[in-house]
């Protein structure tokens, strides 16, 4: 497997709208699989493609022992909110306060294309909507409630 290196803010890639999945095959099985590797190595609960530089719709997200491998997701159910800090791997040493939903619905498809839902609460809920975000150009700092770093 492989270890990527994560882009950091400022790259373009990362405020591309990433594209849609639409071959399913041994490829896209070892990015899926590297892209885990990479998350572990960099110490993270999620990871999206465009943070490696890969512009296509495919996020992995890892939350205590639940693990999600999420192809084309869309949100498609959200309720609550909760404002927590937030961070991310291609912003290193920033954190900052983001309003999210507190319970959401995922709809995506695994790598062999599968439709599945994928339902999240508290930490696994903002994983999957900041994960989300980066496959639309969007990067938690703009969502970010204040100016003010968090310590």
């Known amino acids: 497997m492989a270890v990527y290196e994560i882009l950091k803010m400022g ?11 639409t071959r399913f095959n041994s490829n ?3 990015l899926i699989d ?10 993270g609960v999620g990871l999206a493609a465009p943070q490696i530089g890969i512009g296509k719709r495919v996020c992995v997200v890892e939350v205590g022992k639940r693990r999600f491998e999420l192809v084309n997701p869309e949100i498609i159910e959200a309720e609550g909110e909760q404002c927590d800090a937030e961070g ?6 920033y954190t900052g306060s983001v309003k999210r939903f507190q319970r959401v619905r995922v709809k995506a498809q695994d790598r062999n294309g599968e439709t599945f839902i994928a339902e999240g609460t508290d930490l696994l809920a ?15 700092v703009d969502r970010v409630e204040n ?3 968090e310590e």
């Open 88 to 93: 991310c791997l291609s912003i290193p040493d």
């Open 11 to 21: 790259d373009p890639v990362l405020r591309e709208k990433a594209k849609p999945v």
């Open 126 to 140: 903002v994983a999957f909507q900041h994960e989300i975000d980066h496959l639309d150009g969007i990067l938690f």
């Open 147 to 149: 100016d003010e770093p």
């Open 28 to 30: 896209l099985g070892r």
């Open 34 to 43: 590297d892209m885990f590797d990479t998350m572990a190595a960099a110490r």
